[in-house]
C-alpha cells in the first residue's frame, strides 16, 4: 500500500498488487507557479480502510508513505500502520517524512513532533534528507560523515532497523551530494560490501531542480530491498542508478531548461521526470555509483578521480554545457511540496 504524493512504480513488483492511496488531489505537482486541489485528511483515509478491512482486503505486505499534508492524516497513518502489523507481523514500512529541505519546512510544524513521537516508532525503513534527520533528531546539526552516522543511530534506536540520509551537502564538496545508510539488519558476507552495515555514496550535483525524485528514490529502494535481503548496499546502487538513469535522460529531453533559474509552467512541464520511457532502465539501472564501507572518523569527501568530466560519454545535442556529466546527475534540492 501506498500513501504519498506518488504512486510506487510497480514495474519492479509484479507479485505484488499495490493500492495507491493519494495524499493530495492535485491539478500538476507543486513545482509549477501554481497547483490546484485538495488534501486528504484522516477520516478519508479512515473510511477506505474500514471498507478493506470489511472486505478482507487489508492484507498488504508493505506499506510505504511519503508526502502527508495534514496532521490528521498522519495520526491515521499510524493507526493503519498498526492495523497492518497485526494482519502481517513482518510488515515492512518505507517512510518517507518530507518535512522540508535546506533549512525550510513544507509542513506544519505539528508534523515534526508527531513524526519523531508516532511513525519513527513505527517505521522499518526511515529515509530524510539531511534536515529532516536534524528536525527528527532534536536539531542536532549534521556536518560530517560521524554526525550523520550518530543521527542514523539515534533514529534506528527509536524503532527503523535501517535508515538512510539520502543527500546530505557536506563541508568542502561543493560538486557532491553524500548519502548514509546504516542497518541493523544482518548483512549477507558475499553481498557487495560484505557484511558492512555502515554505508556511504558520493554522487555528482548539478545545479537543477525536478520534482519527485524523492518520492522515486523511495519506491524504487523498497523494491530493490525486497529483491536483495541483506544486500544493502545492492538495494542502494540498485535505487540511485534508477534514479540518476531517469534525471539524465529528462536532463537530455529538456535541454537549457534543466539550467533555467524561473520555474514557468513551460520550464516544468520540460523538466517532468521521464518515467515512462525509462522503464526499462529502472527494471535493469546503469549503476555508476558505488557503496563504501562508512567508517567513522573518514569524511566523505571526493574519492580520487570522481567529481570530473568523464570522457566518451554521449552528451546529446539538446544537454546544456554547463551539465558536465548528463549520465551521472543529480539534483540540488529535490522537493517542493505544499
Known amino acids: 500500500m501506498v500513501v504519498g504524493y506518488c504512486p510506487l512504480y510497480t514495474g519492479l513488483l509484479p507479485e505484488k498488487k499495490v493500492d495507491p492511496i493519494y495524499s493530495v488531489q492535485f491539478s500538476n505537482h507543486t513545482g509549477y507557479p501554481t497547483f490546484k486541489g ?4 484522516g477520516e478519508q483515509l479512515r ?31 499510524a493507526d493503519l500502520c498498526s492495523q497492518l502489523k497485526h494482519h502481517s507481523p513482518n510488515l515492512t514500512y518505507v517512510c518517507d517524512p518530507v518535512l522540508g529541505d535546506e533549512g525550510r519546512l513544507y509542513v506544519a510544524r505539528e508534523l515534526v513532533e508527531a513524526y519523531a513521537n508516532s511513525i519513527v516508532p513505527l517505521a522499518s525503513v526511515l529515509v530524510p534528507n539531511q534536515f ?14 560521524d554526525d550523520a552516522l550518530a543521527a542514523c543511530e539515534v533514529l534506528m534506536a527509536r524503532g527503523p ?10 563541508p568542502g564538496d561543493p560538486d557532491g551530494i553524500t548519502l548514509v545508510a546504516a542497518t541493523r539488519l544482518p548483512q549477507r558476507p558475499d553481498g557487495r560490501l560484505h ?32 529483491h536483495h535481503p541483506g544486500d544493502l548496499a545492492t538495494a542502494v546502487e540498485k535505487a540511485v542508478g ?8 529528462t536532463v537530455r529531453h529538456c535541454g537549457p531548461a534543466a539550467l533555467a533559474a524561473e520555474r514557468t ?3 516544468c512541464a520540460l523538466r517532468e521526470l521521464r518515467l515512462i520511457p525509462c522503464q526499462a532502465k529502472l527494471q535493469d539501472p546503469p549503476i555508476r555509483y558505488r557503496c563504501e ?18 570522457q566518451g560519454i554521449a552528451r546529446g545535442p539538446n544537454v546544456p554545457a554547463a551539465v558536465d556529466v548528463v549520465d551521472t546527475c543529480t539534483v540540488t534540492s529535490s522537493r517542493q511540496e505544499a
Not at 511519503?66 to 490528521?72: A, H, K, N, P, R
Open 161 to 170: 532497523h535501517t535508515v538512510i540520509i539520502t543527500s546530505m551537502a557536506l
Open 132 to 145: 529532516e534527520a536534524e528536525l527528527l533528531t532534536a536539531g542536532a546539526a549534521i556536518t560530517s560523515l
Open 293 to 310: 564501507v562508512a567508517k567513522p572518523g573518514i569524511e566523505a569527501g571526493p574519492p580520487a578521480g570522481q567529481g570530473k568530466v568523464q
Open 242 to 249: 534508477g534514479l540518476q538513469a531517469v534525471l539524465a535522460d
Open 195 to 226: 557484511g558492512a552495515t555502515r554505508l556511504k555514496m558520493r554522487i555528482d550535483r548539478i545545479k537543477a531542480y525536478f520534482t519527485g525524485t524523492g518520492d522515486l528514490f523511495a519506491a524504487l529502494l523498497l523494491a530493490w530491498m525486497h
Open 265 to 267: 509552467s513551460e520550464v
Open 38 to 41: 485538495s488534501v486528504f485528511d
Open 47 to 77: 473510511a477506505l480502510v474500514s471498507g478493506l478491512e470489511a472486505n478482507g482486503l487489508l492484507t498488504h505486505t508493505h506499506l510505504l508513505t511519503g508526502y502527508i499534508g495534514s496532521l490528521s492524516l498522519l495520526q491515521a497513518i
